[in-house]
């Protein structure tokens, strides 16, 4: 059975840093693209990162772009969310996911992807 599981989400204050994190298990994902997804209060899912097999990666450019960096171990099944300059509005239940097949294509949407996890709460207070 494959497990995603998120962890590092906390209270911080705007400005501070944090990094998740997403070990799977069941199966291996190091030729899967990876993503990260968050949804907020009252808000729709929304797209944050992707990285594929070999490390390439796309931000959302409109809201993380520049402060996010998405990492992955391949020889641990994880991937890494390091997230900078924290800002309120990035306050939101984060998401890791997996695409179904190896060497897939970046995807942006949350149809497009197979796996997901229980999410880990980020919350930053201003």
């Known amino acids: 059975q494959v497990h995603l599981v998120e962890s590092g989400g906390t209270l911080v204050q705007a400005g501070d840093s944090l990094r998740l994190s997403c070990a799977a298990s069941?199966?291996?994902?190091?030729?899967?693209?990876m993503g990260w997804f968050r949804q907020g209060p009252g808000k729709e899912r929304e797209f944050v990162a992707t990285?594929?097999?070999?490390?390439?990666?796309?931000y959302n450019p409109n809201s993380v772009k520049g402060r996010f960096t998405l990492s992955r171990d391949n020889a641990k099944n994880t991937v890494y969310l390091q997230m900078n300059n924290l800002k309120p509005e990035d306050t939101a239940v984060y998401y890791c996911?997996?695409?179904?097949?190896?060497?897939?294509?970046?995807?942006?949407?949350?149809?497009?992807?197979?796996?997901w996890g229980q999410g880990t709460q980020v919350t930053v207070s201003s």
């Open positions: 996911a997996a695409r179904a097949g190896p060497y897939s294509t970046i995807a942006d949407r949350p149809d497009e992807y197979l796996y």
């Open positions: 069941g199966r291996t994902f190091s030729r899967n693209v």
């Open positions: 990285i594929t097999w070999s490390g390439v990666n796309t």
